[in-house]
């Protein structure tokens, strides 16, 4: 299968744009200064669904964001082992720190458990009404809908969740709902993804994967799909898989069986975000998309571009969204409520592709599409 090989410039002028949002500002003037709480340090907490890398990637460009507004001593962070951040929680207990603790016995994750998520839940919310921690982490959209609520006070960010407003963690961009709660949010993100994928390969049947629950259609970003497909009259191609499980192995099974499904069926497959594609699977969806001359977008960004899938926006390594978490926090630290603050974050409009994929499938990138990347990979790793 061949593919354009030109393309106008509207996809790129699209992503230059800066979409206005209302309410993208913050609701007054707060400092991002290091500052004690009242002469002690402030205590951090950290709640999730279960083991995500982005999640351990956040985390991680996060701290790197306080370490560099000063709130952290400035350390070489470890590469971590695994999707996991336990053990990252417990390292980054040992980091210098004068103003910030993270409390070494408030790491809590539900393990993609489902029975056991209500009781996760309820210990943490527990926790939080002793008020012995001053700012909890509720990373992904399991854990943001599990907090976001009035049965604790405690200053709460959720980060990493695919669309806080489509899951109701929050009311709108400008009013979480709770003065007690942020959520970082980028509402035309996956729209801006799914524009920019159909621009530049012009397919007119995409495959989509996802689990078929409201979590699942929600990380697939199927209302955005479902938008886009009746504007510009592409067909979607579903398949169903299992994402929100304890067994990775059953999840990363589904997945592989959806795509065997899908690749004959499509000329494109959009890879959503879901348990079952991840650092062990990824080589063999790859593998299977590129042997049946299908590109692929990622939706999770440019980490699945550099292990083989075609394209996806940039993200930089999380850097500029860890940044935006640190000052939120800092903000939070210098007496700002939560819903004071902006939710609003918009990555800077950059493309990542990878070449050897292109290669592979019939793809000749163009020059516009080179000149917008900023991340750019020439081979796909061995398995």
Not at 44 to 52: D, P, Q, S, V
Not at 247 to 263: G, H, I, N, Q, W
Not at 297 to 326: C, I, M, P, T, W
Request: contains cysteine; proline residues 4%; glycine residues 8%.
């Amino acid at each position: 299968m061949r593919f354009i090989k030109s393309l106008c410039t509207v996809w790129l002028c699209m992503l230059m744009i800066p979409f206005a949002v209302a309410g993208a500002a913050d609701k007054g003037v707060f400092a991002t200064a290091p500052v004690m709480n009242n002469g002690e340090r402030w205590r951090i907490g950290y709640f999730e669904g279960g083991e995500y890398i982005d999640y351990q990637k956040v985390l991680t460009e996060t701290v790197k964001g306080l370490m560099a507004l000063g709130w952290i001593d400035k350390t070489e962070i470890p590469a971590q082992p695994g999707e996991q951040t336990a053990q990252l929680w417990q390292w980054l207990n040992k980091v210098p720190s004068d103003y910030i603790e993270f409390v070494p016995d408030a790491h809590y994750s539900a393990h993609w458990d489902e029975s056991k998520l209500d009781g996760v839940t309820d210990k943490v919310i527990k926790r939080l009404n002793q008020h012995d921690l001053d700012l909890m982490i509720a990373m992904g959209t399991l854990a943001g809908k599990a907090l976001s609520n009035d049965r604790h006070d405690t200053p709460t960010m959720v980060l990493s969740t695919s669309d806080p407003l489509a899951t109701g963690i929050i009311k709108s961009v400008a009013d979480s709902g709770y003065d007690h709660i942020h959520a970082t949010v980028d509402p035309n993100r996956y729209d801006r993804q799914v524009r920019v994928f159909h621009d530049i390969v012009g397919f007119k049947n995409l495959g989509v994967a996802y689990e078929n629950s409201d979590n699942g259609r929600s990380y697939a970003a199927l209302d955005v799909v479902e938008k886009l497909s009746a504007e510009r009259g592409f067909n979607i191609v579903r398949c169903y898989t299992q994402s929100d499980i304890s067994d990775m192995t059953v999840a990363e099974a589904s997945v592989e069986k959806c795509f065997r499904e899908l690749a004959p069926q499509v000329d494109a497959i959009y890879v959503t975000v879901q348990g079952g594609v991840n650092e062990q699977s990824i080589a063999s969806l790859v593998k299977i998309a590129n042997d049946n001359g299908v590109p692929t977008f990622s939706q999770s960004g440019a980490d699945e571009v550099r292990k083989g899938f075609l394209l996806s926006l940039s993200q930089a390594g999380f850097r500029y969204v860890g940044e935006f978490h640190a000052q939120t926090f800092a903000k939070v630290f210098n007496g700002a409520k939560p819903n004071q603050l902006a939710q609003f974050f918009e990555e800077p409009p950059r493309m990542a592709v990878n070449l050897k994929t292109a290669e592979i499938v019939g793809f000749n990138p163009p020059l516009l599409l080179l000149g917008a990347a900023d991340e750019v990979y020439r081979d796909i790793p061995a398995d």
